[in-house]
């Protein structure tokens, strides 16, 4: 069992115990619906309960749809809603029934919501146990008498057909004046984010305690006099980023035991007695009274104008939307983008079917294909963030659009990965593929996370590498675990990312220093919006997608790789664009690897005008766009990701000197000035720290740098 678990965990499934003879996951883990689980805690866990089972928790990226009866006619239901005879996914018979496993994405989630279907859903004999808002548990073999009909080994959790949406969908009910609401984001995601802590709990007689443990703020419940009943900032949340409360108490009702709530749960306790449908109403009348200028509502207070005294009249001027040059859809992936839009009526924004697109690209073309520089290779791998607002963005569509034309690639399937956790996952993923895949020690992986906002809270948390070990994937550098018994090397990492996001949770989750991290520095921005309201609108069919597709395969066959090349008025373009103002070195990059991209996309390894014409415009965009969400990163972006690059190798190598910093972090390119303002940037905004260490003899003390 203890390898099973492991297998389920490795696979990016969220393995827990439950008992040896039931299907209570809190037999001897009452804490199920929260813990984290590392490899060392599974084998801890083995060792105190051998007997136990193992299970599934569901917290709304996977679902599992299950059929309680084996006879045909049940067989038959199953075939109808998916519309498939077969379906590759993770599947299990259990004594009653057969259980499948699909993993959903963001704009199905949020139909669910919408539609007030959050945990359970049933049509006929089929249950759908969803986990949108609590988690829900279902039991894996072999506990039991439960065995493999479709093994994890043979093919991955596929996504849900989207014809099952709809269905799904139907059997909840929604919250009568949902559609009344214009806002930008969920009802109950935008009054959280208006929302503090304070304001929520306070006034139902709870109290923060002066201080905290480790940056968790500390409350204690109404009628305690001393200690702490609950924790806030040991648990975030996915979605959001936002700290969670978790209750560790039986004695504070409405609050459950063991139970981590978000802003709107917890309100929806406190004040609609954890009538969610009642709270969602509420929180649009708040929201909505707060659009017409009236007061916010209870709980929310607003400031109050001096008898006598004007209104103050607030003029804002709206930034416009960016706008993408059409040379840059003058390409393959902008034709089948069009042709989405035009003739298939699509809802998605082409800019963010032709940016993914050119992601996966980027990261199928692998190591083989690179430009050379003085520093060094620059490979074809870059991380993008595709903001949009929630249900109006159509991220997740027009994501789905993108990985249409690679699917038939034995090659996508190797590469793609879901969200990672922290620095060591990341590691530990590459180490796999480079071992077990590949059979080298070159490692590639695309992380898609649709929910990007957990990768960004990830990134908060203490002594978090999560950041350090992504720039190192993004530069195609190195990285190890130091500290694991066997240490993990991967040598050739070679790392692409697509992220989605909302505006609001961005700008929530990013703070000063992240804002103008190494990290921020090597990401691409676009903003996206649907282009029309079609709820009839339809994939592009399989045979007019064939002929992109044909392309495609005749590429990857062809196998380009070696050394990019400029024409000469590719190069003058871009020495041109290199050396104006307000230009850093990472938008340079970007321009490179778009270029590149686009000509092996014309099947050449020359980039010509044309491929530079395009990648410029393409940066400018993403320029404006970084703007448009961020406002200006003002002119020390360079100098603030030089000096976080410091940080990072004095963090892992612990004592270090201006030489060796000079020489194994810019390998000698900076002049002294330059090195001097990076050191004392570093020294003065992050944590870099200095010593005199006095030499032997007579020899003159040295500076030592150290990080805390």
Known sequence: MLNRWLEYTAAGLDAIPCGAESKNPGEHCKDWQTKKWDEQSIRDYYERFPNDGIGARLTGQIIDIEYDTNDARTEQEVKDFLKYSTLMTWCWKSSRGVHRLFSIDEEQRQIFLAANVANRAKIGNLEIHLGLTAPVFVVLPPTGVREWLTHPDQCHVCNLPDNCTEPIAATGKPVDNFEQYDGPMRPGDELALKMTWEEILTPHGWTRVAGTAGGKELWRRPGKTDGHSATLGHYFDEVTGEPKLHVFTDNAPPFSQGVSYDKFMAWTMLNHEGDFKSAASAAIELLNEEMDGSEFGPGVPSVPFEEGAEAPVETKVVAARPELDPICLDNLFGEYALELVNRCEAESDPVAVLFQALEVFGCMLDRDVYFLTEEGSIYLNDYLMV??????????????????????????????????????????????????????????????????????????????????????????????????????????????????????????????????????????????????????????????????????????????????????????????????????????????????????????????????????????????????????????????????????????????????????????????????????????????????????????????????
């Open 387 to 708: 903001v949009g607002t929630s249900g109006e963005g159509r991220k997740g569509t027009a994501w789905k659009h993108a990985k249409r034309l690679f699917e038939n690639e034995a090659r996508y399937a190797d590469i793609i990965y879901g969200r990672v956790d922290s620095g060591e996952g990341l590691i530990k993923e590459l180490d796999a593929r480079q071992t077990a895949e590949f059979g080298g020690d070159t490692a590639s992986i695309l992380i898609q996370d649709s929910e990007a906002a957990g990768l960004l809270s990830k990134m908060k948390i203490e002594n978090s590498t999560l950041s350090q070990n992504l720039i190192k994937g993004w530069d195609c550098s190195a990285m190890s675990i130091a500290k694991s018994k066997d240490r993990l090397v991967v040598k050739k990492p070679y790392v692409s990312l697509v992220g989605h996001i909302q505006p609001e949770v961005l700008k929530h989750n990013l703070d000063f220093q992240m804002l103008h991290s190494g990290l921020m520095n090597r990401m691409q921005f676009i903003f996206v919006e649907r282009v029309r309201k079609n709820m009839y609108a339809r994939p592009m069919d399989s045979e007019s997608l064939l002929k992109y597709q044909t392309v495609l395969d005749n590429l990857f066959k062809a196998k380009p790789r070696g050394e990019l090349q400029l024409d000469r008025g590719a190069q003058d373009d871009l020495n041109e664009f290199y050396n104006s103002d307000g230009i850093s070195e990472r938008d340079h990059v970007h321009v490179m690897k778009n270029a590149g991209r686009l000509s092996i996309l014309d099947g050449r390894m020359n980039i010509t005008r044309r491929d530079m014409t395009q990648a410029l415009c393409a940066q400018k965009y993403v320029a404006e766009c970084r703007h448009y969400l961020l406002g200006d990163w003002g002119p020390d972006a360079e100098l603030r990701d030089d000096a976080q690059q410091v940080l990072y190798f004095v963090q892992d190598t612990k004592n270090v000197t201006k030489t060796d910093i000079s020489q194994k972090v810019f390998r000698g390119h900076k002049s002294s000035r330059d090195l001097e303002a990076i050191i004392e940037y570093a020294m003065k905004h992050l944590h870099l720290r200095a010593k005199q260490q006095r030499g032997t003899g007579r020899g003159r003390p040295k500076t030592i740098y150290t990080a805390t």
